[in-house]
């Protein structure tokens, strides 16, 4: 089965620690995508790649990092810099880079951080 | 830069009625717009999506959506809406020609026995 796959689907960190959160695809996408989630805020994008090697910064970005060595992984780490990471992240994916946003979005099901 | 608008966070109807779940964007420029549902603890997935051609667009789960590009308005509706139903409902649209889209606040669909 082709799908987005994320892990684990429930984290929980202490304060002052970096966590890495997984993110796999087998479509072959393209375009990569990291979102936040926090209740009655919508989704917030953290982070997007077109190609591997690149990406660039959403509108939330400081306090997290990302890489994109391979086409199907695009792994988030939350930095002890992040000041109030406790939420729900959000992968996805898209076929094509230069859609122009065309392109509909498949998303993992998603992992809960909460940092105690 | 693009901005959508869901005006309602929470809408409760009775199983079996109508809905009508609202979204506006910020610019008549060119856009694509789009309808996402998220089930309890799940990740999104695609209701609909309008790229262009006709204005009235059908999409999974008996839902549709009219694009209205002189009020830029993409409200989502249901003829009659089933338990199944409950979830929350994102409206998104493109963001001028970048491989990303904005994402609304989302609206709590509430399904009454």
């Known amino acids: 089965d082709g799908g987005i796959t994320q892990s684990p689907k429930y984290l929980f960190r202490k304060e002052g620690q970096n966590v890495t959160l997984s993110c796999e695809q087998n479509l072959n996408h393209d375009a990569m995508y990291w979102y936040r989630q926090d209740p009655g805020q919508g989704l917030r994008l953290i982070y997007y790649?077109?190609?591997?090697?690149?990406?660039q910064k959403g509108d939330i970005a400081e306090g997290y990092s990302v890489s994109r060595e391979k086409k199907e992984s695009f792994p988030l780490t939350v930095t002890s810099a992040q000041k109030n990471p406790t939420a729900f992240y959000l992968c996805?994916?898209?076929?094509?880079?230069?859609?122009?946003?065309?392109?509909?979005?498949?998303f993992g099901p998603g992992t809960r951080l909460t940092v105690l | 830069a693009q901005s959508v608008t869901q005006l309602d966070s929470q809408v409760p109807v009775f199983e079996e009625a109508p809905v009508e779940l609202r979204c506006n964007y910020s610019?008549?420029?060119?856009?694509?717009l789009f309808w996402y549902v998220q089930y309890p603890n799940q990740g999104l997935q695609l209701l609909l999506k309008y790229l262009s051609g006709s204005t009235l667009v059908k999409g999974i789960n008996g839902f549709e959506a009219e694009f209205n590009k002189s009020q830029t308005s993409f409200h989502l509706r249901k003829p009659s809406v089933h338990i199944s139903d409950t979830a929350e409902y994102f409206c998104?649209?493109?963001?001028?020609?970048?491989?990303?889209?904005?994402f609304g606040k989302g609206t709590r669909l509430h399904i009454l026995p």
């Open positions: 790649s077109q190609i591997v090697n690149d990406f």
């Open positions: 998104a649209v493109s963001d001028g020609g970048e491989d990303k889209i904005i």
């Open positions: 996805a994916s898209s076929p094509q880079r230069g859609a122009g946003g065309a392109d509909t979005q498949y």
């Open positions: 610019s008549s420029v060119s856009v694509y």
